[in-house]
């Protein structure tokens, strides 16, 4: 076992030297190679060492040196803890990628915007998706473009040329390679001698050109590259050159001090090894001709742990070596101290896992700490977030929020929906009623607007609202709102604007887009654009549309769902971050920028299988074999470099390590690295992990009691009884129609909610198809035929049947798909109607239609309606007709509850169909027009008119009763069926088993 204190002294260089024997890079050999351990917070180490070794050569020495870091994160970090004192000149802190940026001559020409390179690439995409249909769906048109251009980045950035894939040997693969070779040689223009370079490509020619030019005219100043793990092709040359020179040195970060010599031979294999977190820094000493004996601290910054460190190094042996947990594992002592500021939260669900990491950043705050959050998982930091803003925190959050998930990024989004079609209800409501419509001026009178033709587009059951139909609800409902007909006008404008569909440049697309955008942002008479381009988001939305603006020539001609799809991927690549309103102590952090940012706790979260370390995205173009012999990077990459931001993470002081044990479908799998730790304390009990690892849990399991503690309730709200109101008898219904008889005997709650509480359920914003549509429309076709007066037994009469239904349901059914199946099953009913219609024909003469009618009971004050479908009239009296486009009610339903039929026949003995006038009722029948047909007879002959009446009459009476109540589902059908007034009525807080509790009310 090596550790930090046994590095052995500093070898002679030997290849490129000599170096000088005095100096700041004095005391190491092969190469000016350094090493933080981890654990050790890397920006505070990195100027403490510079304070170090440059601080006696006089003020100006801090002056000439040129630090270059890997994110502008770690810049801010460093020249804050240079601002804490003492006071010194400040060195040159520059990043890694600003030598892609670097004016190195004419011969290196800037390199091409990254969004103007995948424009271009979505062009050629597209033109090859065309001329092959079979290669790709044409909405993976953005998505194919992004990815192509991500692996020629790589291919440049690594070294790798066309002919290299090419050349790639592809046994068993012919049919998937020739299909991705033909992608891949689009890029080729790329790569020839004349082309623009991308950005990856002009980095790596940056750092070729400085090394030809240290190779006549080494550094005069120091150089230093700190804080990279040499993860890419170019950055990984840069440090070999860097650490080469006599006045240059590198410091890597979190290196393994502990890790034998024997274990760092075993990393030479990238496909075996890749995983590993200090692969990146073996492969670093190779290419320098070192070991890691001749690795040197950049300085004595203690880690805070190194009991933990030597723990998490002997969990994280490469697999075939972990053997050695048995023969080092005893050597490592009491596991007391090693586990003493760890803590392993395995909660039940992400929900739990949350709201326990909230409540420990909350208490962390009382306490005076600085508590970071660190996960890859996005979904969990939002509930963190929502969980913290019980106590009015909010996270200072490094990713931010997605461009498209902002008001300004929704608000572009639904007007790009409506771009190329007709807009319906829902659609322009949706933009009406977004925080950023009308955000010129008068925001309150324009919600009321809204909200009044948000019911009227209901009433009307419109599917395409157009000008005319705004214009004339205005106008009729303009008299108490002046500003009204102006409003109106406003919005006929903006839907005005909406573009056509059609292939047109992208400059157009975007140009029509942002202008309708700007006018519904800004309101009638308003000017500019409103809110649109305010604060942090507007101005990130506004800076993506002009960066596409000025690229958009690279892209040519589209259609307008590709533009969308365009639109939506560039807005994706762009994260917004208010960095003022975030609390100064609560951190939230991806696994990158936890190499950053100091804090007092650490928590690592989401340690799941899938979540940390991420599965590695599927590769449409090579797979990993093939990447393996081109040169290119392995999937494993990404998984080793979250094991090193793991290994960095887990040694720092006090730690939690946070996992659910269960996510929203399924059992998880613990992360790989936190099966190892656990694997490894469990097995050894003689150094007391076993206890450790109990105590680790118990800390977690203390927190997630607190938490669980603080999701349930004081005190128990009972549930809400199944109601029975009893409203005064003059506020009870004295009209009701022959189908709301039905609902009074089965719910009679319904029957309180509408009449007396006057509750109207929404009519569907977007008509559907749905049942009552059904039964409007084939009652109107029978109506038609019969109307025509042709007998059921024409030869005729199928054809003339089946040409109503086709002119009835184009007028009133606009879903072609839904228009052929009904027109189908009317066809399927057809000969069935006209021989039963025969039949009907030959006992009556159909005379009325849809007529109205309605009978008084004056002595209790009640009336009773009815609409009757149909009404024959014949020899022995009327005959009364209902169309069912469902199952038609049985008799034994129409005896106690279905009695619409029986109740139509006692209106018409008393005469309630004016147009039929009063007469003898012969017989009742449902004609069900579902299946293949059906005929249900009313039981006329068992319950005849006159019972119906009285027994009707007594309902009435009973009903108005002052102690009757309306009691909530008292007869349903069935327990599956379901009301509006459920929500109302609390139904699932009591059941069938309980009696309704009445209860004086008004």
């Known amino acids: 076992?090596?550790?930090?204190?046994?590095?052995?002294?500093?070898?002679?260089?030997?290849?490129?030297?000599?170096?000088?024997?005095?100096?700041?890079?004095?005391?190491?050999?092969?190469?000016?190679?350094?090493?933080?351990?981890?654990?050790?917070?890397?920006?505070?180490?990195?100027?403490?060492?510079?304070?170090?070794?440059?601080?006696?050569?006089?003020?100006?020495?801090?002056?000439?040196?040129?630090?270059?870091?890997?994110?502008?994160?770690?810049?801010?970090?460093?020249?804050?803890?240079?601002?804490?004192?003492?006071?010194?000149?400040?060195?040159?802190?520059?990043?890694?990628?600003?030598?892609?940026?670097?004016?190195?001559?004419?011969?290196?020409?800037?390199?091409?915007?990254?969004?103007?390179?995948?424009?271009?690439?979505?062009?050629?995409?597209?033109?090859?998706?065309?001329?092959?249909?079979?290669?790709?769906?044409?909405?993976?048109?953005?998505?194919?473009?992004?990815?192509?251009?991500?692996?020629?980045?790589?291919?440049?950035?690594?070294?790798?040329?066309?002919?290299?894939?090419?050349?790639?040997?592809?046994?068993?693969?012919?049919?998937?390679?020739?299909?991705?070779?033909?992608?891949?040689?689009?890029?080729?223009?790329?790569?020839?001698?004349?082309?623009?370079?991308?950005?990856?490509?002009?980095?790596?020619?940056?750092?070729?050109?400085?090394?030809?030019?240290?190779?006549?005219?080494?550094?005069?100043?120091?150089?230093?590259?700190?804080?990279?793990?040499?993860?890419?092709?170019?950055?990984?040359?840069?440090?070999?050159?860097?650490?080469?020179?006599?006045?240059?040195?590198?410091?890597?970060?979190?290196?393994?001090?502990?890790?034998?010599?024997?274990?760092?031979e075993r990393l030479d294999e990238a496909l075996a090894a890749e995983d590993h977190p200090q692969f990146r820094f073996r492969r670093i000493l190779r290419m320098l001709d070192m070991e890691a004996a001749d690795l040197r601290l950049w300085h004595d910054t203690p880690a805070p742990s190194p009991a933990r460190n030597r723990l998490v190094s002997l969990s994280l042996r490469p697999a075939p070596v972990t053997d050695q947990w048995r023969d080092e594992g005893p050597e490592l002592g009491d596991l007391g101290p090693a586990t003493e500021g760890l803590t392993l939260l395995e909660a039940p669900s992400p929900r739990m896992e949350a709201e326990t990491i909230a409540l420990r950043m909350r208490a962390a705050v009382d306490e005076g700490k600085t508590v970071a959050l660190v996960t890859p998982d996005r979904m969990l930091t939002r509930q963190v977030s929502a969980a913290l803003d019980r106590w009015e925190l909010v996270a200072d959050d490094?990713?931010?929020?997605?461009?498209?998930?902002?008001?300004?990024?929704?608000?572009?989004?639904?007007?790009?929906?409506?771009?190329?079609?007709?807009?319906?209800?829902?659609?322009?409501?949706?933009?009406?009623?977004?925080?950023?419509?009308?955000?010129?001026?008068?925001?309150?009178?324009?919600?009321?607007?809204?909200?009044?033709?948000?019911?009227?587009?209901?009433?009307?059951?419109?599917?395409?609202?157009?000008?005319?139909?705004?214009?004339?609800?205005?106008?009729?409902?303009?008299?108490?709102?002046?500003?009204?007909?102006?409003?109106?006008?406003?919005?006929?404008?903006?839907?005005?604007?909406?573009?056509?569909?059609?292939?047109?440049?992208?400059?157009?697309?975007?140009?029509?887009?942002?202008?309708?955008?700007?006018?519904l942002a800004s309101g009638p008479g308003a000017e500019g654009s409103g809110g649109l381009w305010d604060e942090a988001a507007g101005r990130a939305a506004r800076q993506a549309c002009e960066g596409l603006a000025e690229h958009a020539e690279a892209a040519g001609e589209m259609g307008i769902r590709d533009y969308r799809l365009l639109f939506l991927g560039v807005l994706r690549r762009v994260e917004v971050r208010n960095p003022d309103i975030g609390h100064p102590q609560v951190l939230i952090r991806g696994t990158l920028e936890a190499r950053v940012q100091g804090a007092d706790l650490t928590i690592l979260a989401s340690m799941n299988e899938g979540s940390w370390p991420e599965a590695p995205p599927a590769d449409p173009w090579l797979n990993r074999k093939m990447r393996a012999q081109a040169g290119l990077l392995l999937p494993e990459r990404r998984i080793g470099l979250s094991a090193h931001d793991y290994q960095q993470a887990v040694a720092v002081r006090e730690v939690w390590i946070t996992r659910s044990t269960r996510s929203s479908d399924s059992e998880t799998v613990p992360s790989r690295w936190i099966n190892r730790l656990t694997n490894l304390l469990e097995g050894l009990p003689d150094q007391g992990g076993r206890a450790a690892l109990a105590e680790m849990r118990a800390r977690g399991a203390d927190w997630l009691a607190r938490a669980t503690a603080l999701s349930v309730p004081q005190s128990r709200v009972p549930p809400a009884p199944r109601p029975s109101p009893r409203p005064p008898v003059a506020a009870r219904p004295d009209r009701l129609s022959v189908t709301a008889i039905r609902t009074l005997i089965r719910d009679p709650y319904a029957i309180y909610a509408g009449r007396v509480l006057r509750l109207r359920g929404l009519d569907p914003l977007t008509p559907n198809p749905d049942a009552a549509l059904r039964g409007t429309v084939l009652h109107e076709v029978f109506e038609r035929f019969l109307k025509d007066g042709i007998a059921p037994t024409d030869p005729a009469a199928r054809a003339r049947l089946m040409e109503v239904t086709e002119q009835v349901l184009e007028a009133q059914c606009p879903w072609p798909t839904v228009r052929r199946l009904w027109i189908a099953r009317i066809a399927r009913i057809s000969d069935w109607f006209l021989t039963t219609e025969a039949a009907r024909q030959a006992l009556a003469t159909p005379r009325h239609f849809e007529t109205d009618g309605a009978a008084v009971m004056e002595d209790l004050g009640f009336t009773l309606t009815a609409q009757a479908d149909r009404i024959d009239e014949g020899p022995e009296g009327l005959r009364i007709y209902d169309y069912k486009?469902?199952?038609?009610?049985?008799?034994?339903?129409?005896?106690?509850?279905?009695?619409?039929?029986?109740?139509?026949?006692?209106?018409?003995?008393?005469?309630?169909?004016?147009?039929?006038?009063?007469?003898?009722?012969?017989?009742?029948?449902?004609?069900?027009?579902?299946?293949?047909?059906?005929?249900?007879?009313?039981?006329?002959?068992?319950?005849?008119?006159?019972?119906?009446?009285?027994?009707?009459?007594?309902?009435?009476?009973?009903?108005q009763e002052p102690d009757r109540g309306y009691s909530a589902r008292m007869a349903m059908m069935s327990d599956k069926d379901r009301s509006d007034y459920d929500h109302l009525s609390r139904f699932g807080e009591w059941d069938f088993s309980q009696d309704a509790r009445g209860e004086d009310v008004g």
């Open 398 to 519: 490094s990713a931010g929020v997605p461009l498209p998930l902002t008001p300004p990024g929704r608000f572009l989004r639904l007007v790009s929906e409506i771009m190329g079609e007709r807009p319906g209800p829902a659609a322009i409501l949706s933009l009406l009623k977004h925080p950023l419509c009308h955000s010129g001026r008068d925001r309150g009178p324009h919600l009321l607007r809204t909200r009044e033709l948000e019911l009227a587009l209901r009433r009307e059951g419109a599917a395409y609202p157009e000008a005319a139909l705004l214009t004339r609800w205005a106008e009729k409902t303009g008299e108490r709102d002046t500003g009204r007909v102006v409003w109106a006008d406003w919005l006929c404008e903006a839907l005005g604007l909406v573009p056509e569909a059609g292939d047109k440049p992208l400059s157009e697309h975007l140009s029509c887009h942002l202008k309708l955008a700007e006018c």
């Open 1 to 264: 076992m090596m550790s930090s204190e046994s590095f052995p002294a500093a070898t002679p260089f030997s290849e490129t030297g000599p170096f000088s024997d005095t100096g700041p890079f004095s005391d190491v050999g092969p190469a000016h190679l350094y090493a933080l351990p981890c654990g050790v917070d890397f920006a505070e180490g990195l100027v403490a060492g510079l304070r170090a070794r440059f601080g006696d050569e006089g003020p100006e020495a801090m002056a000439r040196i040129t630090v270059y870091l890997g994110t502008n994160r770690m810049r801010r970090r460093v020249r804050d803890i240079f601002d804490q004192g003492p006071a010194t000149l400040l060195p040159r802190l520059r990043l890694i990628t600003d030598l892609a940026l670097d004016p190195l001559g004419p011969e290196l020409p800037l390199p091409v915007a990254p969004l103007r390179r995948r424009l271009e690439l979505t062009q050629l995409v597209s033109r090859l998706i065309e001329a092959q249909p079979d290669l790709a769906p044409r909405a993976a048109l953005y998505d194919l473009s992004d990815s192509l251009a991500g692996l020629m980045d790589e291919m440049q950035g690594e070294g790798v040329a066309p002919d290299d894939i090419a050349n790639l040997d592809v046994t068993d693969l012919s049919g998937h390679w020739a299909r991705s070779l033909q992608f891949l040689n689009i890029v080729n223009i790329w790569f020839g001698p004349d082309a623009a370079p991308d950005r990856e490509a002009r980095q790596r020619m940056a750092v070729e050109r400085l090394i030809a030019t240290w190779a006549e005219a080494p550094p005069a100043d120091p150089v230093i590259v700190a804080g990279s793990t040499g993860s890419r092709g170019a950055t990984a040359l840069l440090l070999q050159a860097v650490a080469r020179q006599e006045k240059g040195a590198v410091v890597l970060p979190g290196v393994d001090m502990d890790q034998p010599q024997d274990v760092w």
């Open 885 to 959: 486009t469902g199952k038609p009610p049985t008799v034994p339903q129409q005896k106690s509850f279905e009695k619409q039929l029986l109740l139509e026949a006692a209106m018409a003995e008393r005469g309630g169909f004016k147009d039929a006038g009063k007469a003898r009722v012969a017989g009742a029948a449902y004609i069900g027009l579902g299946g293949q047909g059906t005929t249900v007879p009313a039981p006329l002959d068992e319950i005849p008119p006159d019972q119906v009446w009285a027994q009707l009459r007594d309902l009435i009476a009973r009903w």
